[in-house]
């Protein structure tokens, strides 16, 4: 009798031990489903790396170009391939001219948001800032920084950077760990490795999560990231999403909470590159899961909801581009879990950035390619 007991003791541990703690622990990404009937237009070509863009009001588009530039199109044409007044940025490795984000009042008030490299202030070499400047119709004026991280750094990786706005007008922005893991993402004290928060005229806004915290940078709203590459804004719920850059395995996305640590570099579902091993956690309490997660890795790099779509069936999908695998990734969401996933536009080049434009349609910019919109076939 003892001996059938101690037996069955074991097998309970066994599959105990096995089995894990499912309640903290995400499955990768979920099954593909059937292929989707679009494909990718070619609406400007003539772009070199194509960060961000925006729709303008009258139907114009501003897209930023990593080497500093910002580029007005009109219809399909490239009217000025250098606007003026927008920030001086600095290129540096994957640093340079970052996103573009209009104000959620652009139409009274004419402000553009700005993420990119600046070598401006304390130490050699550079960090990401956030600035904005007013449109005018044919250029920039009143330029002005409002978040400068520091200090500068000779690293060349993992600025970030993506913008996206709350309903309440707050100011959202990411900036990667800047290639220093081991310090910059889990203390709150230093810049790199999170997302900020910002009222949108550059102050803290009264209910940031480390406001009155000896020594913290009270600008951060949630850490621990790696390199968070897309940012936006659920239309439905208004929550903040992210999804960020693993190092070898383990991009992930994510649900962004104030206050909230999200684990980089003390669990992750990557390896280094080369297969070493970083940490043998994958979940720890205190630490947010992803959503989701790939592995392998396919270098996310944009990030929009789709909203009064010309997709059927679309509607709050979130839609992801991938740097390494040349495809656009379409995510099915219910009640804030990944349910499908589809690759579209496959073969389209490296994706650098995807938008939703006032017409229904996604736009996608691809490095050395340009701009692209995504279509219905017939």
Known sequence: ??????????????????????????????????????????????????????????????????????????????????????????????????????????????????????????????????????????????????????????????????????????????????????????????????????????????????VGQNGAKEAVYSYGHRNPQGLATNPATGDIWSHEHGPQGGDEVNLIKSGANYGWPVITYGVNYGGSEITDETSRPGMEQPITYWVPSIAPCGMAFVQNSVYEGWENNIIVGSLKFSYLVRLVIEDNKVVKEEKIAEDIGRVRNVEMSPDGHLYVGVEGKGLYKLVVEE
């Not at 209009?102 to 130490?123: C, I, M, Q, R």
């Not at 990786?157 to 220093?180: L, T």
Request: glycine content about 12%; aromatic content about 8%; overall charge negative.
């Open 1 to 210: 009798m003892l001996k059938n007991m101690m037996l069955l003791f074991s097998i309970c541990l066994l599959i105990a031990c096995s089995t894990g703690p499912s309640d903290n622990v995400v499955d990768p990404i979920a099954d593909p489903i059937a292929a989707s009937k679009v494909k990718a237009e070619l609406v400007t070509d003539g772009l070199q790396n194509p960060w961000g863009m925006v729709f303008l009001p009258e139907g114009k588009i501003l897209v930023t170009e990593k080497n500093g530039k910002i580029v007005l199109i009109e219809n399909g044409t490239i009217t000025n391939d250098n606007v003026a007044g927008g920030p001086e940025s600095k290129s540096q490795g994957q640093g340079g001219l970052l996103d573009i984000e209009l104000h959620p009042d652009f139409a009274t008030n004419n402000w553009v948001y700005f993420t990119y490299a600046s070598d401006k202030g304390e130490g050699n070499g550079a960090m990401t800032a956030l600035s904005r400047a007013q449109w005018n119709g044919n250029a920039f004026e009143n330029h002005e920084v409002l978040y400068k991280g520091s200090p500068n750094t000779g690293a060349g990786q993992h600025f970030g950077s993506r913008i996206a706005f709350d309903a309440q007008n707050h100011v959202y922005f990411s900036i990667g760990d800047r290639g220093n893991r081991d310090n910059n993402p889990q203390d709150i004290t230093r810049d790199g490795g999170k997302i900020y928060r910002l009222n949108d005229d550059g102050s803290i806004p009264t209910d940031n999560p480390f």
